[in-house]
């Protein structure tokens, strides 16, 4: 993945987790029982940008957090149709 978007997905995290209200390690047991292998301790170093983030962590976290893409990796779309980074 291009490490920009990567920092981008990796500052959202937190946001995103903080107003569903669940905790690292809430978010980390959610993604084990869907068959995703992470710690609570990978979770925080993707959250901080020290740790790749695979696709169907991604595709995971989306639905856990109730969260689009477009919130994951901060891209909106201006009234133009064109897209940039927020």
Do not use: W
Not at 14 to 31: D, W, Y
Not at 41 to 50: D, R, Y
Not at 66 to 83: C, H, P, R, T
């Amino acid at each position: 993945m291009n490490p920009e978007y990567e920092k981008l997905f990796g500052k959202q995290i937190p946001n995103a987790r903080e107003k569903s209200k669940l905790t690292q390690e809430q978010v980390a047991a959610k993604l084990q029982v869907n068959g995703c292998d992470i710690t609570r301790s990978a979770l925080a170093k993707i959250e901080v940008e020290q740790r790749h983030v695979y696709p169907d962590e991604i595709k995971l976290l989306k639905e856990i957090l109730n969260v689009s893409y477009n919130d994951l990796f901060e891209i909106k779309q201006s009234k133009n149709g064109a897209v940039a980074n927020r």
